[in-house]
């Protein structure tokens, strides 16, 4: 495969996005935790990231690897509460380098929170979050949890990784 997905996930809904998408492209998949290949040895790549408290999880990673990354098409999706728009778009480039933001192409996709599954610090954090939200459904989803997760959120981004496929040589 000239190919590859690499994420960062926290509670499971990266990782799920990750291997559905695999599934569907027959690309391998690498949990960024553990050791696997340096992504400048793929034709192109896709980033998964779960963003926490308006964070990238997948990072510290992408900055130690910028200079491959940099150097091959780069397709990333976050995995959070938000609905894709301007929110979580902001929060892509409040924390990647500018230089990779214009290099890559964001797909957005909704995620899921269990609060049984979070720290008793990310609980506080959310929960002092939802009393200053202004937006009564993510105040609400703040407190209580979701679950958005969708498979057929994937589409657009498959589509792309076939697109890329026939158009590199090499890439299938």
């Given at each position: 495969m000239k190919g590859a997905i690499f994420y960062s996930g926290q509670y499971g809904s990266t990782?799920?996005?990750a291997n559905w998408i695999s599934e569907a492209t027959?690309?391998?998949v690498f949990d960024i935790r553990h050791s696997g290949p340096d992504p400048s040895e793929f034709d192109f790549v896709v980033l998964g990231s779960s963003v926490i408290i308006y964070k990238l999880t997948i990072r510290k990673w992408a900055e130690?690897?910028?200079s491959g990354l940099l150097n091959r098409p780069?397709?990333?999706h976050t995995v959070s509460g938000a609905p894709?728009?301007?929110k979580v778009d902001g929060w892509v480039r409040g924390c990647l380098p500018e230089s990779l933001v214009a290099h890559m192409e964001h797909f957005a996709f909704r995620g899921r929170l269990d609060l049984k599954t979070v720290g008793w610090f990310t609980r506080m954090v959310?929960?002092?979050?939802?009393m200053a939200n202004k937006d009564p459904e993510a105040s609400?989803?703040?407190f209580n949890g979701f679950d958005y997760m969708d498979k057929s959120?994937?589409?657009p981004l498959v589509a792309r990784i076939e697109r890329l496929k026939e158009l590199l040589p090499g890439a299938a």
């Open positions: 990782a799920q996005y027959g690309l391998p130690k690897h910028l780069v397709l990333l894709p728009g301007p959310l929960k002092v979050g939802a609400n989803d703040e959120a994937i589409d």
